[in-house]
C-alpha cells in the first residue's frame, strides 16, 4: 500500500515535470510576450533559474532531453513495477553523460582560439594594413575562432563607441575569464598605453606563450583521458549486463521488489554515479589563478553597463 502511494506521487510529479517542460518548449513571438509570461518571468523564469537553463537551443536540447528521461523512466516503471526506477532512470539518463564529458574539452578549444587570434593580430601589423592597436583588433573579427567571437565582437563595439581601449581590453579578459586571455589582455593594455614601437616583437612572445600553454593543456588531457575512456566503458558494460539481465532473467530482479531491495539498489545507482564523479573530478585541469581582477557588470535602468573594480 505504502508503495502503491508513493509510486503514485512520484508518478503525478513526473507527469507535472513534462507539463512544465512542454509549456516551456514552446515557442512564443518575442512581440507577443509580456511580464509574467513564460520563459521571461513566472514559471519559466522559476524553471530556468532553480534548473540552471541555458539560454536558446541549448536549453531546448537538455529540456528535451530530460523530458526522454521522464519518459523513459515511466516505461521503466511500468515493465518492471519497481517504483525506485523512477527516481533511478532520470538520476542515470541525466548525470552519467556530465559524469563522463570531458570537462577540459572548453578550455583547450578557448586557449588555442586565444593562439590563433593573437596570430591574427600580428599578422595584421605585419602587412601594414593596420598600423595601429585598434585598427588591428577592429579587423580581427573577421578570422575570430568561433570559440571567442562573441568576445571579440563585443571588443570591436565598444572600441567603435569610443570605449577607451584599455577599458574594452578589461572587458574583454572579464569576458573570456581565463588566465591565458589575461595575459593576453595585460599585454595589450601595456602596448596600448605606451604607443611605441615593438608591438609586433610583443604579439610574438605572446604567441609563443600561448602555443606553448595549448600544447601543455593537450598534453595533459591526453594523460589524463584514459580514466574518462576507462570510465565509459565501465559503464557501457555495467549498462549492458543490467538491461540484459532484466530482459533474459527476469527473477533476477524479485530481490528488489521488497522496499529494502529498492533501498539497496538505490544505493547502489547512487555509489556508481559518485564513482564517476570521483573519476571526474580526478581528470579535471585546474586553471591557475587569475592575473586579473574581477569585473563585475551591472545594467542601470538605462540599459547600460556600470563595471565595478575588486582588486
Avoid at 516551456?24 to 533559474?49: D, E, I
Amino acid at each position: 500500500m505504502i508503495m502503491g502511494v508513493v509510486g503514485a506521487s512520484v508518478g503525478f510529479g513526473l507527469a507535472a515535470a513534462v507539463l512544465l517542460l512542454v509549456l516551456g518548449l514552446r515557442r512564443r513571438p518575442r512581440w507577443s510576450r509580456r511580464p509574467g509570461a513564460l520563459g521571461t518571468g513566472g514559471l519559466g523564469a522559476v524553471w530556468m533559474r532553480w534548473t540552471r537553463r541555458p539560454p536558446g537551443a541549448a536549453g531546448r536540447r537538455r529540456d528535451l532531453w530530460w523530458l526522454g528521461s521522464g519518459v523513459l523512466a515511466v516505461l521503466a516503471f511500468a515493465l518492471s513495477g519497481l517504483p525506485v526506477t523512477l527516481v533511478a532512470v532520470p538520476l542515470v539518463t541525466i548525470l552519467v553523460p556530465w559524469l563522463l564529458s570531458n570537462p577540459n574539452a572548453a578550455g583547450i578549444v578557448r586557449t588555442a582560439a586565444i593562439d590563433q587570434w593573437v596570430r591574427s593580430l600580428r599578422s595584421l601589423l605585419l602587412s601594414g594594413s593596420d598600423n595601429t592597436l585598434e585598427g588591428a583588433l577592429q579587423s580581427s573579427l573577421a578570422t575570430a575562432p568561433e570559440a571567442i567571437r562573441e568576445p571579440v565582437q563585443l571588443l570591436v563595439a565598444r572600441i567603435n563607441a569610443r570605449w577607451p581601449t584599455e577599458r574594452a581590453l578589461a572587458m574583454l579578459a572579464a569576458e573570456l575569464a581565463d588566465p591565458t586571455a589575461d595575459v593576453v589582455a595585460a599585454a595589450l593594455v601595456l602596448a596600448a598605453k605606451r604607443r611605441g614601437t615593438g608591438l609586433v616583437e610583443v604579439l610574438d612572445g605572446l604567441a609563443v606563450a600561448v602555443a606553448d600553454e595549448v600544447r601543455a593543456r593537450r598534453r595533459i588531457e591526453g594523460e589524463r583521458a584514459s580514466a574518462r575512456a576507462a570510465a565509459r566503458y565501465l559503464t557501457m558494460i555495467f549498462a549492458a549486463m543490467a538491461a540484459g539481465l532484466a530482459l533474459l532473467n527476469p527473477a533476477y530482479l524479485s530481490p528488489y521488489a521488497t522496499p529494502l531491495g529498492q533501498l539497496v539498489l538505490l544505493a547502489s545507482v547512487l555509489g556508481f554515479l559518485v564513482a564517476l564523479w570521483v573519476v571526474r573530478r580526478i581528470t579535471v585541469v585546474k586553471d591557475p589563478p587569475r592575473l586579473w581582477p574581477t569585473v563585475t557588470e551591472a545594467r542601470t535602468g538605462a540599459g547600460m553597463r556600470a563595471e565595478v573594480w575588486d582588486a
